[in-house]
């Protein structure tokens, strides 16, 4: 059964640095792996997507990376800004069912 | 507006009490699914259709129906609303699964008392 991994929990960083986020999972099956912000009460929205056989996506300051042998994803984002805390959540879509499984989130706080 | 709504936003019940919270897709999206999120266990997946008349169970289904009469619908039915049923409630859809990126609604919250 496939299970996704944020690492950490939460990340406090000073505003300005560079940062990256960690998404791993088991079975390297997957169809795309999806970065998602949430912010705190609200929906999901969409920042990268990327197909299995895609190295990395880059919209504006993120860069999301997907290492598929070793079930690794990467969401960099440069140059934080108070703006980009939030939580960030990745999704797998395996390849073996027709169901999208979630990670817990990572919980970012920029400190300005 | 491309979007996936819900309805309702909020929605404080009873135990028992039948309940069903809408989602629509104005994007003409095959793919549809069901969300539940709560604190310390992240987003599971509870119902998700292919299509049309495509339904199957997600990680989480006990407790819960779905339908999928008209592409742009997906409704979720709780039939016998439990307490352990409160939760915040998201719809997404998207055009397949193997290509295209998932969009959600605003989310529901549901308390059940």
């Known amino acids: 059964k496939q299970e996704v991994t944020q690492i950490p929990a939460a990340l406090s960083v000073p505003e300005g640095e560079n940062l990256v986020l960690n998404c791993s999972f088991t079975?390297?099956?997957?169809?795309?792996l999806q970065w998602f912000r949430q912010d705190p009460g609200k929906g999901l929205t969409s920042l990268l997507l990327?197909?299995?056989?895609?190295r990395e996506q880059t919209s504006g300051r993120l860069n999301a990376s997907l290492d598929k042998s070793s079930g690794r994803s990467t969401l960099y984002i440069a140059a934080s800004q108070p703006g980009d805390s939030a939580t960030y959540l990745c999704?797998?879509?395996?390849?073996?069912?027709?169901?999208?499984?979630f990670g817990k989130g990572t919980r970012l706080h920029i400190l300005p | 507006e491309a979007q996936v709504t819900q309805n309702p936003r909020y929605l404080i019940t009873v135990t028992g009490k039948k309940l069903t919270v809408t989602c629509s897709q104005n994007?003409?999206?095959?793919?549809m699914s069901w969300y539940r999120q709560d604190p310390g266990l992240g987003l599971r997946q509870i119902y998700y259709?292919?299509?049309?008349?495509?339904?199957d169970k997600g990680d989480v289904p006990e407790g819960y129906k779905v339908s999928r009469k008209e592409k742009r619908n997906f409704p979720l039915i709780l039939e016998s609303p439990s307490p352990n049923q409160t939760s915040l409630y998201f719809c997404?859809?998207?055009?397949?699964?193997?290509?295209?990126?998932?969009?959600f609604g605003p989310g529901t919250r549901l308390t059940v008392l």
């Open positions: 997404a859809s998207g055009k397949g699964l193997r290509y295209n990126e998932q969009f």
């Open positions: 079975d390297s099956a997957i169809y795309n």
């Open positions: 990327i197909q299995s056989s895609q």
């Open positions: 999704a797998v879509s395996p390849s073996r069912d027709d169901k999208i499984i």
């Open positions: 994007m003409n999206h095959e793919y």
């Open positions: 259709s292919m299509n049309v008349e495509v339904t």
